[in-house]
């Protein structure tokens, strides 16, 4: 059987999630995230772990 290793957010511990979520929003606030479907992918993963 498998150990309990913790929380994770897509395979990633909370704080690694975090770090990536506020660069994420950041850029996206700031006008600087890409517009194509890399930019729109980041921000999509970040706001549905979050909702």
């Known amino acids: ?9 897509f395979n990633l511990p909370p704080k690694y999630f975090a770090s990536f979520a506020v660069v994420v929003l950041l850029a996206a606030m700031l006008g600087v995230l ?3 479907m890399a ?3 980041a921000f999509m993963i970040v ?3 979050i909702l």
């Open 47 to 49: 706001c549905g772990a």
């Open 39 to 41: 930019g729109c992918f």
């Open 34 to 36: 890409p517009a194509g």
């Open 1 to 9: 059987m498998e150990e309990y290793r913790g929380f994770k957010i």
